[in-house]
Structures are given as structure tokens and as C-alpha cells.
């Protein structure tokens, strides 16, 4: 038994036609979306994302401003930006692109943004708010692989969750998140003594690590839902590079019941996510929460 894929180019595009809607009505209402991201430095990687990101912004009808600074920016000027995006009304969402250049502490600077406006949900206070159950803005990955589990029509109340890689910004909230939806949570990282023995029992495994078949199908649960958040290139037997995830596909895909695919599973999620996080805090701020 094959496992059934879970599509995230069409699971991203009707997220993304439910934002143009909601963001098209509250325009009839006068209110408008903004999104200002913030560049310290530049490459041609990051010019193509930024390009990308203010596309997909554009065609669901929200606004969007690249603020670039130059890489040898301090981080006061860096602060001082921000605060000025933070006090500007007209401005709903702020985002700082990664990476920074390595004399400035990414960290530091993400809790420099107000949570409200926070898309990415970086904020420290935002983490914290998932932490008691009172998710302001959640960070986008984590909302998109929780997401894309509920698509399946699996139970996450009571099942085995296994999520191998503890990162800040993607093991760890998902973890929450899953706690959150009353899962029983494993968070494995460099340090758990034999994976598969956890992997093995999962219900729902979620891989986010960055390492290439990190996991085989040996090491899955038969009719697991296993959601591959990893991103590695790597270059094929033809010479050509190629996107692939932690999760060995070909060894994976007979014994699973659900899988994400890499490219086409999470990162088109994802994406969607940060426009769902973005017209939330347009409607947060029009609410006038404050943190």
C-alpha cells in the first residue's frame, strides 16, 4: 500500500485564494494589508526570494515594501528601523530577512519587532504565547506542517508525535503546536539514543533537520503520516542539482500512509502561511491588541 501524497502546491494555492478574499473584503471596508520586509545586505539568492515574496504578497492584494540597508548596517540601525516600522500605523506586518550578516544576532533584532506585527511569529513573546496556549501569531512552518497533518483527516488528539530536529524555528514550535492540539509529543535532536526506536512508533512523524536520508523506510511506522520539512541540494547522477528532504522517499513511500513531498510539499505551505500570518496581523491591529 503506496502512501497518498499530500500536495502542497494546491494545498498553498486554496489557502491563498482564501486570503485574497479576506484581504479583497476588508479593502471594501477601507483597511489595507502592508507587509515591509527588512534586507541588511544583499545576493542574488536573497534579491530572487525578496522579488518572489513581494509577488506572492501582490497576488493576493497585499502590500509590499523591501527595505534594503546596507551589510555593513550596525545593529542600532538595524533597531532604529524596525522601531520606525513598529510606530508607522500604515505598515500591519514586519518581517526580517535571513541571513544577516554574521556581526549582527538575528535573535536580538527579531525581538525588536512587535509581536502583533511579527508574520514570521519570531518574536521570543510569540513562541512564549504558543508555550501557554494563547497563540498570538505561530511561526510559519510550524503552522504549515500542523495544517497540512489536519488536511489528512488524521487524529492528532491522543496519537504518537515524533518530531525529529529541535531547531528555534521549526522542531520546537512544532512541537508545541502538536501539544497544543493534545499529541502526544516526542522531540528527538543530536542527542537521542536510537532514533528509530521513537521514529518507529510515530502516528505522525515530522522530519526537520537538513540532513539527506536521514530517514529510511525501515524507521516509519506502516501507515504513518510523515511530514518532510528538510531542504538539502544535491547534485544527481547527471551532473544537475536537485532539491530533495530528510526523508528517503523511494524507501518511505511504500510503507506510509501520507507523505510530504520535497520540492511541492511544505515550502508551498508555508509560504501560504506567512500570508495568513500577515492579513492576521493587519486584523490584530485593527483590533488593538497589544502584548
Known amino acids: 500500500m503506496a502512501a497518498t501524497i499530500i500536495d502542497g502546491v494546491s494545498f498553498g494555492n486554496r489557502i491563498r485564494e482564501e486570503i485574497a478574499l479576506a484581504v479583497a473584503n476588508l479593502g471594501r471596508e477601507g483597511h489595507r494589508v502592508q507587509l515591509n520586509a527588512v534586507m541588511v545586505g544583499s545576493s542574488p539568492a536573497g534579491e530572487v526570494y525578496a522579488r518572489r515574496q513581494g509577488e506572492a504578497c501582490r497576488a493576493v492584494g497585499i502590500g509590499y515594501e523591501l527595505v534594503t540597508l546596507p551589510a555593513d548596517a550596525t545593529a542600532a540601525r538595524v533597531r532604529r528601523e524596525i522601531a520606525q516600522l513598529n510606530e508607522n500605523n500604515s505598515v500591519t506586518g514586519i518581517m526580517l530577512h535571513l541571513p544577516l550578516p554574521a556581526h549582527l544576532d538575528a535573535t536580538a533584532l527579531q525581538y525588536q519587532i512587535d509581536p502583533v506585527k511579527d508574520v514570521e511569529g519570531v518574536n521570543p513573546a510569540n513562541i512564549g504565547y504558543v508555550v501557554y496556549g494563547h497563540t498570538l501569531i505561530a511561526p510559519c512552518t510550524a503552522l ?54 521513537h521514529t518507529r512508533r510515530a502516528e505522525v512523524l515530522v522530519v526537520a533537520v537538513g540532513k539527506v536520508g536521514l530517514i529510511q523506510g525501515e524507521q516509519v511506522r ?62 490584530l491591529g485593527l483590533k488593538g491588541s497589544r502584548v
Request: proline share 5%; hydrophobic share 50%; charged share 15%.
Open 144 to 197: 504549515a506542517v500542523i495544517e497540512m497533518i489536519k488536511s489528512t483527516g488524521v487524529t492528532l488528539r491522543g496519537a504518537e508525535a515524533v518530531v525529529v530536529g529541535a531547531s528555534e524555528i521549526a522542531g520546537k514550535p512544532i512541537a508545541l503546536l502538536l501539544a497544543e492540539e493534545m499529541a502526544t509529543v516526542t522531540l528527538c535532536h543530536i542527542a537521542t539514543v536510537d532514533l528509530a526506536a
Open 222 to 283: 506502516p501507515g504513518a503520516c510523515v511530514i518532510d520539512v528538510g531542504i538539502n541540494r544535491v547534485r544527481g547522477v547527471d551532473g544537475t542539482m536537485r532539491t530533495v528532504g530528510d526523508v528517503d522517499y523511494e524507501s518511505v513511500f511504500p510503507v506510509a500512509g501520507h507523505l510530504s513531498p520535497v520540492p511541492g510539499g511544505v515550502g508551498p505551505v508555508t509560504v501560504a502561511m506567512l500570508l495568513k500570518n500577515t492579513f492576521r496581523s493587519a486584523m
